[in-house]
């Protein structure tokens, strides 16, 4: 059963009467069920419970009210209180849904599963990343401030064994911070913010202009006496003392942030909590509390993410920790970075998972010209093609989310039983070194690739799909889904900063001796391609073709040509992993669907002059072919979709 009224997702949802046929299914997303199993062994069954709960929590009315709530009441700043003095207590204010939903995905687990017990017998990442794949387009952009937090629960679980050093303290207060970022318990639970960017630039931090100094034992003692030495928790503020100015800061209403401040040996990541106590107090955790030297000079207005408190911030004397050493800060951001570049294009595909959705069922019950939308070939076969294109992006997110899996835990836990042993390089150091190859194009393409398929997704609604309906508990407002996607193609590196980035992995002495397209990429292709060559031997001599054609631009390429042509390589590499995904996940099973599907995607994305011969006889069959792959094999009972 679904929520009532709501008949176009969890068509399909998991129970113990189907378990046997398929116990990954969720929902009516059926690439999504297909990635479960490929990923997944058969025996955790209570992680397909969760991910069932959490399906079907993402729909209730309920719910979706909160993200309308969230939505049209968009957070507000109250720099003065009512006497005309400066609120440095509680100046930003967001709606009730926005707070109700932050504690529904810490409820949920959503960070806290990737960092269960150890010893787990499945990939944790992939776990909760189907998680989020249901949730995000419910969550009115809260997984913006979880993606940084799950970011920040990476870097800090990497220092827990670092000793207090120069900095008394540090080592008891990261380990509660961590205790804390990763806690299902939204009392306990915090989220972070993490602030980079200034004005002076975007993803360029060389021109960072913050800075950060140690605090003298004068001051600190002064600071002591007054009973300003502790944060909001009660945990001691660290020995550095902060200013700047923050151009553009997400999450402003956490309870952390992770910057970025100069020091006098370069560049340096701290933490800070966002709030400290004003003075001593005879009832212990009810001092009363302020900003820790922050203040919110104005929030901004964005496109999108309306309800996510975007803010200007000065720093002026805010208390922090430094993290790892001095000059330092790049390569510890770079931990945050690239988690949540896997959320940029995670939550990208996901928004897409859900416009296609409601496209599938706004498809069976539309009527035109007094027939069903669903009969009409044009249409239909528009949408099969558009599904085709989120087959190849789920599968490419979810390979980088499997692999991030299995390098954090272990290739026999996370990998050995499951379909995609093959797919995961059992040897760590080749997995990282793919990874890092493919994290960028992932996060640019998939993001793009997203923006572009909702815009098709409010097309095939027409005017409805243009307009902003939160009437109906905002289940049809795809437009609003929409413009929060949009974002993901710009946060954490535009599509040219990360073409940059490929040309830096492809480049690296480091990595693979400089050969990571042939060494790496290239002998993962090919044995990936040599399994699924029976099946598709026109398909894997097409896909070699790219790779060679790859190779040529990589090898035979000056750096500046190179760095010209980056979005080139960025498509090209798009191209081989996602064929040989979902060309892999087709022969495992012998789909018939999915085998279409691999075929199609190779066909879109052949070199100019490949040939690739259709399978079917006449374009009645391959009509036939876009109905099971937009709508699925069946239609729902006319009298069921009715009730819409």
Not at 138 to 161: E, N
Not at 550 to 571: F, H, I
Request: glycine share 8%.
């Amino acid at each position: 059963m679904v929520p009532p009224g709501y008949t176009f997702v969890n068509s399909r949802a998991w129970s113990e009467d189907n378990s046997n046929n398929n116990p990954h299914a969720t929902s009516d997303d059926v690439v999504l069920a297909r990635i479960l199993n490929l990923y997944l062994p058969r025996e955790p069954v209570a992680v397909f419970e969760s991910i069932h709960k959490l399906a079907r929590r993402a729909l209730l009315p309920s719910t979706l009210r909160l993200a309308v709530d969230a939505e049209t009441n968009q957070p507000t700043l109250h720099p003065r209180t009512t006497f005309g003095e400066e609120d440095r207590s509680q100046p930003l204010r967001t709606a009730a849904g926005w707070q109700e939903l932050k504690r529904i995905g810490q409820q949920e687990g959503l960070i806290t599963v990737a960092y269960g017990e150890k010893d787990s017998p499945w990939n944790r990442r992939v776990h909760q990343f189907a998680l989020n794949h249901l949730w995000t387009p419910s969550s009115a952009v809260t997984g913006c401030p979880m993606s940084m937090t799950d970011g920040a629960a990476r870097l800090f679980s990497a220092h827990l064994g670092d000793p207090d050093g120069d900095q008394p303290g540090r080592h008891d207060v990261l380990r509660e911070v961590y205790r804390r970022l990763v806690s299902s318990d939204p009392d306990t639970a915090w989220t972070s913010g993490q602030w980079m960017t200034e004005r002076t630039g975007g993803s360029d931090v060389r021109g960072t202009e913050t800075v950060a100094r140690r605090l003298t034992q004068s001051e600190i003692s002064h600071d002591v006496q007054r009973g300003r030495d502790r944060d909001a928790h009660g945990m001691p503020l660290g020995p550095w003392s902060i200013d700047g100015f923050k151009w553009f800061s997400s999450a402003t209403d956490s309870e952390m942030a992770l910057l970025l401040a100069q020091t006098g040996k370069g560049l340096g990541l701290f933490y800070v909590p966002m709030r400290r106590r004003m003075g001593h107090s005879d009832a212990p955790g009810r001092s009363p509390t302020e900003l820790n030297g922050i203040r919110i000079q104005r929030l901004k207005n964005k496109l999108g993410t309306k309800a996510l408190p975007t803010a200007e911030l000065e720093l002026k004397g805010v208390r922090g920790w430094l993290i790892g050493d001095e000059g330092n800060g790049v390569k510890e951001i770079t931990t945050i970075l690239n988690i949540t570049r896997l959320y940029a294009a995670a939550a990208s595909v996901a928004a897409w998972s859900r416009g296609l959705s409601i496209c599938r069922a706004y498809t069976k019950v539309r009527k035109t010209q007094g027939s069903l939308l669903q009969d009409n070939r044009p249409h239909v076969r528009w949408m099969a093609d558009e599904t085709v294109r989120y087959w190849a992006s789920v599968h490419l997110t979810f390979f980088g989310i499997a692999l991030q899996g299995a390098i954090e835990q272990d290739w026999s836990s996370a990998a050995r039983n499951t379909r995609a042993a093959q797919l995961i390089p059992p040897d760590k150091r080749q997995a990282m070194t793919l990874l890092r190859l493919i994290t960028p194009v992932l996060k640019a393409r998939v993001s793009v690739a997203s923006t572009d398929g909702l815009r098709a997704c409010m097309e095939c609604l027409g005017g409805i799909g243009y307009c902003e309906n939160n009437d109906g508990d905002g289940v049809l407002n795809i437009a609003r889904i929409f413009r929060d996607t949009i974002a993901n193609v710009i946060w954490e590196g535009t599509v040219s900063v990360m073409a940059e980035d490929v040309v830096r992995v492809v480049l690296d002495k480091r990595l693979a001796e400089g050969r990571v397209v042939e060494a790496v990429l290239g002998e993962w292709a090919i044995a990936v391609l040599s399994v699924c060559r029976p099946a598709f031997a026109e398909e894997c001599a097409a896909v070699e073709r790219m790779l060679q054609t790859l190779l040529a631009l990589t090898q035979n390429t000056s750096k500046a040509e190179l760095l010209w042509r980056g979005r080139e390589a960025l498509q090209l590499v798009e191209a081989v992993v996602c064929s040989c995904l979902l060309m892999f996940d087709a022969y495992s099973d012998r789909d018939e669907v999915a085998r279409k599907i691999a075929s199609r995607w190779v066909l879109f994305r052949a070199l100019p002059g490949d040939r690739i011969s259709k399978q079917s006889c006449n374009w009645e069959e391959e009509s036939a072919v876009d109905r099971r792959i937009f709508l699925g094999a069946d239609t729902l009972p006319k009298r069921r979709l009715e009730k819409m």
